[in-house]
Every structure is written in C-alpha cells, then in structure tokens.
C-alpha cells in the first residue's frame, strides 16, 4: 500500500525537541520534514510589531539540526508560516538565519524556495468594496477604508497548492510565509499520492507535534504515515504514546465546530472519524471526509497601532482591602483621573486585574465571591504615548499604594511589589483590524503566493 511519511519535530519553530527523537524519525526515511513556525495565539503583536514568536538564537538551533540532517539524506524540508506571523520581514528573517546554516554547511546547492504571503492594501482595498471580504467573530471591529490605511502588514494564510508545486519544481526546502498551519502536510500527502483528506486531518494533529501525545507536549517529535485509507501517528520517544482518546481530543483543539474544519477552499468533515490503538503508541485514523468550499475564501490578518501600555504587578494580602478591593480600584482610578483632568479622558485607558478573583474570566467568573488569603493585582494603563502610560500608571501605583481605606490598621503600604522597577513600560499596543475571510479566484491566488526561487550563492 502506497505510504507518505512526514516527521514533525515540534509544534513551533525555535520550541526545540530531543536531538535522539528526530533522529529516529529520520530512521523512518520520511517523505518530508514539516514543521509549523506561526501562530496567533499570542495575539496580534507579532505581526503588528514584526517581531518573532521565539528568539533568532532557538530558531537557528532547531533549523540547524533539521536542514542539515534531512540535506544529507536529500528530505525536503518545509517551513510554515515562517519568522511567526510569516509577513515579509518575519520572513526575510528566517531567510538570513537559513542562509548563515547554509553558507556554514556548505550546502549552497540545496534546491530552496520561498511563497510569499503578503497581501496589498489596494487588493484589499478593492475586495472590500466588492463586498468579498467575511469578518470572523465580534472581536474585531468593522473595516474601513480609513482603518485599512492604518494597518500595517496584512498577510494571507496559504492553502497547499503553492507548496505543491514548489515541490513539483524540485525544491528540498521550502519557506513559506503565513500559511494555514495543516497546508503544509497536506501538500507534502497530495504530492505523494495520498488522498488529501488524510493529508490535512493528519497535518492538523502533526502541526503541534507530541502534544497528542501522552505525556503531551510541543517540544518533541512525530511521525505521521499516510496512506490512501487513512494515517497512523507515532510518537518518537518511547516515554510517550498515542491513544485513541488523546489523538482524537486534540482533533477538537482550536476549532469552532465539533467536527467541522474550513480551511483554504475545504471543508473537512470528521463526524465519521474512526480512532483505534494501531500499536502499542501508534493510533490509526480512518473515515477523514473533505469537501470542496462554497467559494475560495482565504483568512486575512493585519494589526494595527492602537496605544502604549505599562503595567505594574503587586500583591495582597489584607483580608480587609480584599473584600473591598473593586471598590477601592473604583476610588483609585477616580482619585487618578482627577489628577489628570487636564488631559482628554479619551486619550489614556485604566484597567485593573485581580488574579484570584475573577483575573482569567472577568465577569464570566462564577465564584467571584469566594476570597483566598491573597490576590494579585495587575495595574494597567493603556494611552496615545508611553509617556502618557507611564504616568498615568505611576500615579495609579502611588495612589493606591497609600490609599486609606476603611477599616485599614496600618498607615503603611497596601501592595507588595516582586520586582523593583515596580512600573514596567510594555511599548506598542496592537489590534488585529483585518481577521477576515476574502473570497479569492484561482489566478488570483496563484498571485498573491508567489513561488521565488533561493541562490544561496548570491546570498553570499
């Protein structure tokens, strides 16, 4: 039976993963090596401020191993949403560290590529006023022309046909910008003949590595096999396996449906899944259903600059000033704001966090009554400039550190601080603005990703 093996390292780019387990899923003679660098879990400042979501040092660790490892035993090796957030300069970076491993090794014949992801404002522009663009959720606010200009960078996520025919054009190692993070594995299953419902169901569980596994984790590696009526997923650690419970829970991770996943121009249907314990840490996944979308719809992201934060992070142990804390916050940001009614109300934001309260759902919370021993505090101001965050938060911390409450014994400080600068200036504050579905056509999409080809000799 025809078979495609793919070795995921990690679920991110730079996590790191055991030298041992990868080496023994090259034992295996994958078909390709594909592990996913993006996410926006962390929100939209990665792509807002260019920034990566692991440092320049653990990238070029992990790349060093993976390339030079698959190079020798000629594995193609794909990169998705390459830097983080895969705009051109999260990009262009991974490119410089690829380059240096390259140079390095001596590898300046490696078949590369790269798939750009970037999208011009003016096409989004234009889509906007066709009436082709689908906001996701109540998160993000209605776009603009004039919000539009204000974004930044605006990327697309990639289905798997540019990464296809970069491999149909004989490149061994392929960096793409923001792609959709199963796009990569489901290229690597069409390519070698496998039908590609297996390729995207098992790239969504591949792309976050062992964390099917048990124990579960991001930091170490799998190995996927695929074949035309199903795929297996193995761990390559022995202190971990697969089961059917925890391969099928992580099915379900990061989906608004139960068993629904839309993707670049899919649909997949995993109603009829089926999950058995293939081998002793090896679980087999058959009756994956994929369907063609209504239309070709790809997800946008851009950020754009909203305010500037600090923060202060304090702790309290007072039972007094904790049963009464929100309405001493109520009096602190009153006293703050008169301090600085000279300045437009508008221009600077308050907000305060109780970690053992209601810190993590807010006003979702449903014990919010029930009060421990101790809560911490997190003050934050958000305004046009750090200058302006800065002193509102200072004044906020100064306020409340000696605020005299009723019922207070003592004239000394109400918070203890864990770190001395208690004020911490956090910098640039973004916003997604653009997180929507833009409905695209085939030669369209063949221009917004285009495939350029690497020479590692110019590069040096």
Known sequence: MKEVKILAPCGILGYGFPKQSFLNGLEQEPDAVVVDAGST????????????????????????????????????????SAGGAGSRIHVQRTLAVIASIIHKHHLEELPASVIWSDIPKEFVREKLRQGRLEKLGNAVKELTEERLEETGNIVAQMGHE????????????IVCGRAYDPSPFAAVALYGGIPLEYGYHAGKILECAALCAEPGTTKD???GILREDGFIIEPLSDMRRCTPLSVAAHTFYEKEHPYLLRGPGIVMNLEDCDFSQHSSSGVMV?????????????KLEGAVLTAYRTCVIAGI???ILISILEEVERKVEEQTREYYSDVDADSYQIRFVNY??????GDAEP?????????GVLFEATAATQELADAVCGTLR?????????????????????YSPSDISCGPVYEFSVYHLMEIDEEERKRLFPIEALDWKQEA
């Open 221 to 223: 590696c799998m190995l």
């Open 367 to 375: 014990r919010a009554e029930e009060r421990g021993h101790e809560v």
């Open 162 to 173: 540019s990464i296809v025919e970069a491999l149909e054009r004989g490149s061994r190692l």
């Open 41 to 80: 879990d962390a929100g939209p400042h990665k792509l807002g401020g260019g920034v990566g979501i692991v440092s320049e040092d653990a990238c070029r660790k992990d790349l060093e191993l993976i390339i030079t490892e698959a190079a020798k035993r000629d594995i193609p090796v794909i990169i998705g």
């Open 356 to 361: 053992g309260l209601n810190g993590v759902l």
């Open 286 to 298: 058959k009756g994956s259903r994929i369907e063609k979308a209504r239309v070709y719809q790809v």
């Open 317 to 319: 142990r007072d039972p």
């Open 398 to 418: 100064s306020t409340f550190l000696h605020y005299g409450y009723e019922g207070r014994k003592s004239t000394a400080g109400n918070l203890a601080f864990p």
